[in-house]
């Protein structure tokens, strides 16, 4: 079975400086890997995905995250945060289209 | 833009009453799944279809959870009797189920609560 562990369950940070949210994951076959970014009272909305290919993955909206087979992490980073970042971000593994196995999820919170 | 459809999108009821969702996927996809997302944890998976049939409730409370989408389009989530625990976010996701495109896409969620 697979599963995904996220340490930080919240992270504060100032506008315009770089952040990272942790993701691990354990599984004994390949599996592919997502981060969802959820807003107050609204669905999840993928930010990006790896599912093969070169291990560094970008969002549109400055967010990148590094597959790492041998430490099986996922880490989500941006360089320079916004206060629109503020949100729910949930690192996810899949095996397939199988169902996603989410993490407990990182609060960033973002100030001025 | 194509997106999926989630009724209602806010319900209270009290324990023991029925309580059902509705959920409209994207257009053309093939698999559904039902997610429960109960508050500060990561959404679980309840049910997820293929077409009109379920190939994987496991962790569906069958007792009490039923889940149908008799067409292979809309699917409809019900809970009857509610139970206090059930009070959380009920997401819908659809994708298109074939190889080399995994994702799902979200609609945005119903929230129940019970009282």
């Known amino acids: 079975a697979q599963s995904v562990t996220q340490l930080d369950s919240q992270v504060p940070v100032f506008e315009e400086a770089p952040v990272e949210l942790r993701c691990n994951y354990s599984?004994?076959?390949?599996?592919?890997l997502f981060w969802y970014v959820q807003y107050p009272n609204q669905g999840l909305q993928l930010l990006l995905k790896?599912?093969?290919?070169?291990?560094l993955v970008e969002s549109i909206n400055g967010f990148e995250a590094e597959f790492n087979k041998s430490q099986t992490s996922f880490h989500l980073r941006k360089p320079s945060v916004h206060i629109s970042d503020t949100a729910e971000y949930f690192c996810?593994?899949?095996?397939?289209?199988?169902?996603?196995?989410f993490g407990t999820g990182t609060r960033l919170l973002v100030s001025p | 833009e194509a997106e999926v459809a989630q009724s209602p999108r806010y319900k209270i009821t009290e324990k023991s009453q029925a309580v059902a969702f509705w959920c409209d996927p994207i257009?053309?996809?093939?698999?559904l799944y039902w997610y429960r997302q109960i508050l500060g944890q990561g959404p679980e998976l309840l049910v997820q279809?293929?077409?009109?049939?379920?190939?994987?409730d496991s962790q569906l409370p069958k007792d009490r959870f039923s889940a149908e989408r008799l067409k292979g389009v809309d699917s409809t989530l019900k809970i009857q009797p509610a139970e206090l625990g059930d009070s959380a976010m009920y997401l819908c996701?659809?994708?298109?189920?074939?190889?080399?495109?995994?994702?799902?896409?979200f609609g945005p969620g119903t929230r129940l609560t019970v009282t």
């Open positions: 996701a659809s994708s298109l189920g074939r190889e080399l495109d995994y994702e799902q896409y």
């Open positions: 599984s004994s076959v390949s599996v592919y």
């Open positions: 790896y599912l093969s290919g070169s291990t």
């Open positions: 996810a593994v899949s095996i397939g289209f199988q169902k996603l196995v």
């Open positions: 257009s053309g996809h093939a698999t």
């Open positions: 279809f293929q077409d009109e049939s379920v190939v994987d």
